[in-house]
């Protein structure tokens, strides 16, 4: 469980979080809406201590990310906003096995968790491929499958669809459901939910950095317009 109990964050004179509570179960899938600057990114980034509350705590699985910041980065995995930002080594293979190795892992295991990352984002067979020739679908799934070789507890992804064509957004979606089918916890940051809310088990909402919205996406997608956020046009 992720638990974010009265966070506060501030960019200088801007409060970027303002009293954020939040609890997110093991195998839900979130998503976490709001406009542009409305404090999403922000608050993903507490999770595995890339930033640090100034107010409030976060917790993952009962221990305080503060007190380890190796586990909380284990247990949760980001794929950021840009995904081609977070691509580290020349081939497909050798970018995955990053974060195994830096676990400090075995041979055998690091090539098991390529292995099966790989095969999740149905990139199987393209481990010496570098990665300049992948297409941007492509990149994003590589960076999804990046994320999953650390094997968290949960995956955030931070506006997963931005700047794929649809092909490409298909083709990611695809594989985010079949996570979900797989048992993956999900957190998807986004303020276009046409592509996501279908996959949600809740829809938090965000505004001026505060949770306004926070349940079923039936019970709560008649209001997200009131937030600047995009939803399906039958969205339940």
Do not use: W
């Not at 984002?121 to 994320?147: F, H, K, P, Q, Y």
Request: aromatic share 2%; charged share 25%; net charge negative.
């Amino acid at each position: 469980m992720i638990q974010a109990e009265g966070i506060v964050h501030r960019y200088g004179e801007t409060v970027a979080l303002d009293g954020v509570d939040l609890a997110i179960d093991d195998g839900e899938c979130v998503v976490l809406a709001g406009a542009n600057g409305s404090g999403k990114t922000t608050l993903v980034r507490h999770f595995n201590g890339l930033v640090e509350p100034h107010e409030g705590s976060v917790s993952v699985n009962g221990r305080d990310v503060s007190e380890n910041l190796v586990a909380a980065r284990t247990a949760v995995s980001i794929v950021f906003q840009h995904p081609e930002d977070q691509l580290v080594a020349a081939t497909v293979g050798a970018d995955v096995a990053f974060g195994p190795e830096n676990l400090g892992l075995d041979r055998d295991e690091i090539d098991r968790r390529v292995s099966k990352a790989l095969e999740a984002v149905n990139l199987s067979g393209r481990e010496s491929d570098r990665v300049e020739t992948l297409s941007g679908g492509e990149v994003e799934r590589l960076a999804i499958a990046g994320a999953l070789a650390m094997e968290p507890d949960h995956l955030v992804l931070d506006e997963p669809f931005t700047g794929l064509d649809e092909p490409a957004r298909q083709s990611v979606l695809a594989r985010l459901r079949a996570l979900r089918t797989g048992g993956t916890s999900l957190v998807v940051v986004t303020h276009d939910l046409r592509d996501v809310l279908s996959l949600a088990d809740r829809v938090v909402a965000l505004s001026n950095g505060r949770v306004v919205l926070d349940g079923a996406p039936e019970e709560v997608a008649s209001e997200l317009t009131d937030f600047d956020v995009r939803v399906p046009e039958n969205p339940c």
